[in-house]
């Protein structure tokens, strides 16, 4: 049980664009979602949390008009990176929690390339 | 300095032995603390949470918290090749929306 997904899993699109990344609870209901940003070596930095109907709030830092969040259900987030630029080439990752829950259960990553 | 701290490695042990991972934290409101391991390339799997100080075991794995030091610890028995991984501790606070504050994640090679 507990089974986040994830897609795409890798995603290469060229500067300006937009892409769209989606996460999807499987076997569990979760009200809550997060957005996390990884790079090598390092680890996760949260980008913002988000609230099934609701506005996603943001870390300090994150440009929300850049980092299009929407939580559609209580099984689908989604995170649109919009006019891509090559430093936003990183692995994404998203984790949900389920209702009632404290922990956090996450996708397998989609890493994003911008050339 | 970071409110959670944690050895970066990397922490090389031979197989079968007992792999002993730790965090330091400075935030007392921490409530919960987690443990996840992280194969390259992957998202974090969740391996034990655990809320108040004490013990908690799960299979080979033992987690082990402080709040008194403000310490966590996360031991590992009969330790194969297949844990080499990066562990990252996590702890949260319930009414600061439940957002995870990571370690940066301590490298282990087990080695056969």
């Known amino acids: 049980g507990a089974v986040v997904s994830q897609h795409p899993s890798r995603v290469i699109c060229k500067s300006g664009t937009s892409v769209k990344i989606e996460c999807r609870s499987l076997d569990f209901q979760a009200t809550t979602m997060f957005w996390y940003r990884q790079f090598p070596k390092q680890s996760l930095m949260l980008m913002a949390t988000s609230n099934e109907g609701s506005k996603a709030t943001y870390e300090q830092g994150v440009e929300k008009d850049k980092f299009l969040i929407n939580h559609a259900s209580l099984t689908l987030s989604t995170l649109t990176v919009t006019s891509a630029h090559p430093e936003d080439s990183s692995f994404y990752i998203c984790?949900?929690?389920?209702?009632?829950?404290?922990?956090?259960?996450f996708g397998p990553g989609t890493r994003l390339t911008v050339t | 300095q970071k409110e959670v701290e944690q050895d970066p490695g990397p922490l090389s042990v031979p197989e079968g032995a007992i792999v002993s991972l730790n965090c330091t934290y400075s935030n007392s409101a921490f409530q919960y603390f987690m443990w996840y391991r992280q194969y390259s390339r992957k998202g974090p799997e969740l391996l034990m949470y655990?809320?108040?100080?004490g013990n908690k075991e799960d299979g080979r794995f033992t987690a082990q918290v402080d709040k008194s030091s403000k310490y966590i610890s996360l031991f590992i028995r009969d330790s194969q090749p297949s844990d080499s991984a990066t562990y990252l501790c996590?702890?949260?606070?319930?009414?600061?929306?439940?957002?995870?504050?990571f370690g940066g994640g301590t490298r282990v090679l087990v080695k056969p």
């Open positions: 996590a702890m949260s606070i319930i009414t600061a929306g439940n957002k995870l504050t």
């Open positions: 655990t809320y108040s100080s």
């Open positions: 984790s949900a929690q389920p209702d009632r829950n404290v922990e956090q259960y």
